[in-house]
């Protein structure tokens, strides 16, 4: 049987500090609801709309790396429902998640959608695929136009996954999103300037008769 994301996630320690808070009994009654270990329609559609995530790895010394992953909305592709994959391109060359992954395949990634305020969260086993020796695979992961180099793939295979509350995520936007609410605004502006225009030409106007 597959394992939540709480069965992953509450290890003993994390049980023994819900008990000191006093939140134990809570996290025992909902832990059989947050067994989510296949993408829905909802994670699909979130996850194809992000531009970015936050991968976390853990070193042969037990410290944990937290890189930050971005690229154009969707480039993080769900391959099926217990699939994610991503085209890893060059980046600064320090290899250090690269690196944590051959010793321990084991992430955690997060998402976030800052305008509506929604996080998921899901842990993941990661493979490092050659691109070159899987034409399939570079072919679905292929972003046209975008100029970043790919040194490799990314198929991450989900083990579990659970939304966040939204509590403490401030509203950020990207200038594309900015662009899109500004649109009417801009529209609206230009309407108003043509008008102010025409009513000035009117009054200027010599009077007739």
């Known amino acids: 049987m597959a394992e939540g994301f709480f069965d992953i996630a509450r290890t003993s320690s994390v049980r023994a500090a819900q008990e000191a808070n006093g939140v134990a009994q809570h996290w025992d009654s909902v832990q059989g ?3 989510f270990t296949r993408f829905t329609g909802r994670e699909t559609e979130f996850i194809a709309a992000r531009d970015h995530f936050y991968m976390a790895t853990v070193s042969e010394t037990g410290w944990p790396y937290v890189q930050h992953r971005g690229g154009p909305p969707g480039f993080l592709r769900v391959l099926d429902d217990k699939t994610l994959a991503f085209a890893d391109f060059r980046g600064n060359r320090q290899y250090l998640s690269v690196g944590n ?3 321990d395949p084991r992430a955690s990634l997060i998402l976030v959608d800052y305008p509506n305020r929604r996080r998921l969260k899901m842990f ?3 493979e490092i ?4 020796a899987d034409p399939s695979l570079a072919a679905r992961l292929e972003l046209p136009g975008y100029k970043a ?3 490799r793939a990314m198929v991450l295979h989900l083990e579990a996954f659970d939304w966040n509350c939204p509590q403490h995520i401030t509203p950020r936007f990207t200038l594309p999103e900015v662009e899109e609410a500004m649109t009417p605004v ?3 502006i230009e309407e108003l300037i043509a008008e ?3 009513l000035r030409d009117k009054l200027a106007a010599p009077a007739v008769g």
């Open 196 to 198: 102010n225009r025409a």
């Open 124 to 126: 993941v086993h990661v």
């Open 129 to 132: 695929k050659n691109l070159g």
């Open 149 to 151: 180099v790919p040194e």
């Open 101 to 103: 992954l051959g010793a």
């Open 186 to 188: 801009r529209a609206q």
């Open 33 to 35: 609801m947050h067994e």
